[in-house]
């Protein structure tokens, strides 16, 4: 879908931005989730960290799926990006780049949940774990920037 104003506009409505701004707000809060769940404290309780960690990837990877399938589909935000600036065809290359690395990191981190979770294994998940939360805060500040370049517009969720 084409956004209903040109790009560089202060106003714009548009259903694939509304949609952008819903799922931007769910990834934050699982992101928060995940977190708050490594935060905990796992000594002692590692089997039960593990599955509050475990519960938390599972968002992330529910929300980042839906991230992807918003952005990439046909007539989805970035090939609307595409159409309205060619200057920012790199920008959106890199962030379509970056899914694929995300949806990795995603997948060995809910393999690094899926047994049972002993004490040893807590400091390897707590590791994989930030770096995902870096790159996945990272990639929605790019994202953000694309689009206010794009559009001239705040799609909201700071970080």
């Given at each position: 879908m084409q956004p209903t104003v040109p790009a560089h506009s202060t106003e714009i409505n548009?259903?694939?931005?509304?949609?952008?701004?819903?799922?931007r707000a769910e990834l934050r809060e699982a992101l928060d989730g995940l977190e708050r769940a490594l935060a905990a404290p796992a000594a002692g309780r590692a089997g039960d960290w593990g599955k509050s960690v475990q519960a938390a990837v599972g968002e992330?990877?529910?929300d980042w799926q839906t991230h992807v399938s918003l952005t990439e589909a046909p007539g989805g935000l970035h090939q609307s990006i595409r159409a309205a600036s060619f200057r920012l065809?790199?920008?959106v290359d890199t962030l379509t780049a970056e899914h694929g690395e995300i949806a990795a990191e995603v997948a060995d981190l809910?393999?690094?949940t899926g047994?049972?979770?002993t004490?040893?294994?807590v400091e390897g998940i707590r590791d994989s774990a930030t770096r995902l939360?870096?790159?996945?805060i990272k990639h929605r500040q790019r994202g953000a920037d694309l689009v206010y370049e794009a559009y001239s517009l705040d799609i909201g969720g700071a970080d």
């Open positions: 548009s259903p694939e931005l509304d949609a952008v701004r819903l799922r992330i990877a529910d065809i790199h920008a809910v393999a690094l047994d049972d979770i004490g040893a294994d939360l870096g790159h996945i």
